[in-house]
């Protein structure tokens, strides 16, 4: 090197490399951070939800009516009201899904249509759950007269979930291998027995895992059931899809938005109902996965 | 083939076309539903002063239906709510994507899609029975309702998909490229933040625009923690009222068919649909793009 030549232009390079690394340490710490805050909201949130609510669960809290006593009032027509939705939740939007997963992965032509049924699918699923519940109100409740019935809350839950059993079930099928359906067709099978026999079956697992993920979406939904008028007194036992209706996350709402204190813990005890059978739906569904995956 | 397996064949292609069919009848009747109610109620009220009034008093007269206050609320309340999720949704993704073991990442992950999948309304509890009393103990200016509890928890809750699709984002940027800088002597920080993050920008940028329609569709947590009070202000220690919390309250009201407080439902629905629709799309393509340059 000759020492007396000029130095390159914008100065020599200085490796900083002590300083450097003190940058690195600090933002390193700045990211430990937000996973931190992350995490420690997670915690906050389920240890004063079960500090609450736990106290108030008693075999009373689940199988009495709501009241407008605090230590009367339980969940039973919630409780009631979530099983009988999801069960017709599930009963719509799961062969309404498949269905639709079938139709685009086994049957639709690579044209424009289909393009166009898939974009649509996609928006769909973004968007709001609100909108969903205006749609609910003018169709169902008001111009079919469906009224606040399970039936109505129960259709327009199906529309909602529904872009997301079909975006899981084509993934199941999707991943069923070709040679299974060229197996089928090989020995003669027609396309809907290739289908019935083959491809759902091994598909199968995936759907329903998939279909409980959706469900317990379903079943922790309050705006579109708050816009058609779900949220009244029940005191009686729904037997009928035409029964008026509450569920938990409607019960949560109603007694959160009660100014009364005593009424809050009484939400929290129901969210700790919620957030269980929650819990144990997605446990189911990735049990299903894991058990039937290969 | 026998005549029973071709009528079959027949009969459940046609089923299956009918079920794929139904998704399209939705958004046809989302957008008829909207637009039908929307065009009763700009028949009514000026489209005029509906997005440029400063005052929204749909029932008590005199009437007015300017929608600027609720989506001043609105707006609000989403940005305070990304002002948390997107910074520390974003250092949450590079952390687990550039720097977190594989045990860091077992119990992190794992903790944030249980938070992207507790439901809204126990957020909005979490909202009304735990954080306002502190942020009132904190400040006494607080209200019972406040814009400040709901933006919080709001960006607590978009929080999980800001960094979850950000990693995903992170995560398709080739190891090449990290290689490469690594080879000319950057420290991890460089590489992270000069090299993975601008090389996954398009993804970051979509999942932040999802979060921006996912803040301004939230309803729950706004209802419960912000309250009812159509306001033009920035003060987030006030009460507010968003366009979501509008509808429900309106629609707690049991308003009959035909009336106009029916039809602002629906006005107000189709405002919000729009937004959130294009924001939806730009997401999209944003994705669509950063997948054509990272496949």
Known sequence: MNPGAAPPRGGRFEPRVAARRRAGVRFKWLCRFAVAFAVASLLVLLVHILATGLPTLSPDFLVTFPSRFPDRAGIRSAILGSLWLLTLVAAMSFPLGVGAAVYLEEYAPRNRLTNLLQTNIANLAGVPSIVYGLLGLAVFVRFLSLERSLLAGAATLSLLVLPLVIIAAREAIRAVPDSLREAAYALGATRWQAIRHHVLPAALPGILSGTILALSRAGGETAPLLIIGALTFIAFDPVSVMDPFTVLPIQIFNWTADPREEFHALAAGAIVVLLGVLLLMNAAAILIRNRYER | ?295
């Open chain 2, 1 to 295: 083939m026998s005549l029973r397996s071709r009528v079959v064949e027949r009969v459940m292609g046609a089923l299956f076309l009918g079920c794929g069919a139904l998704s399209v009848l939705t958004t046809v009747g989302i957008v008829v539903v909207l637009a039908t109610q929307s065009l009763g109620f700009f028949s009514d009220v000026s489209p005029l002063e509906f997005l440029a009034g400063a005052r929204w008093s749909p029932d008590l007269a005199p009437r007015s239906f300017g929608i600027l206050p609720l989506l001043n609320g609105t707006l609000l309340i989403a940005a305070g709510a990304l002002l948390v999720a997107l910074p520390v949704g974003l250092a949450t993704a590079v952390y687990l994507s550039e720097y977190a073991s594989r045990r860091t990442k077992r119990i992190v992950k794992p903790a944030l899609e249980i938070l992207a999948g507790i439901p809204t309304v126990v957020y909005g509890y979490f909202a009304v029975a735990f954080v306002t009393p502190i942020l009132r103990a904190v400040f006494p200016a607080a209200g019972v309702f406040n814009a400040a509890s709901a933006a919080l928890v709001v960006g607590i809750m978009i929080l999980p998909m800001v960094s979850s699709l950000s990693e995903d984002a992170l995560s398709a940027v080739p190891r090449s490229l990290r290689e490469a800088a690594y080879s000319l002597g950057a420290t991890r920080f460089e590489v992270s933040t000069r090299i993975v993050v601008p090389a996954g920008l398009p993804g970051i940028a979509a999942s932040f625009i999802l979060a921006v329609s996912r803040a301004i569709a939230e309803t729950m947590v706004v209802t419960l923690a912000a309250g009812a009070t159509p306001r033009m202000t920035l003060d987030l220690l006030e009460s507010v009222q968003t366009m979501t919390a509008y509808i429900v309250q309106a629609s707690l009201g049991d308003a009959p068919s035909g009336t106009v407080e029916y039809r602002t439902l629906f006005a107000v629905g189709l405002f919000l649909f729009l937004i959130t629709l294009a924001l939806n799309l730009l997401s999209q393509r944003l994705i669509g793009r950063f997948r054509e340059i990272h496949p």
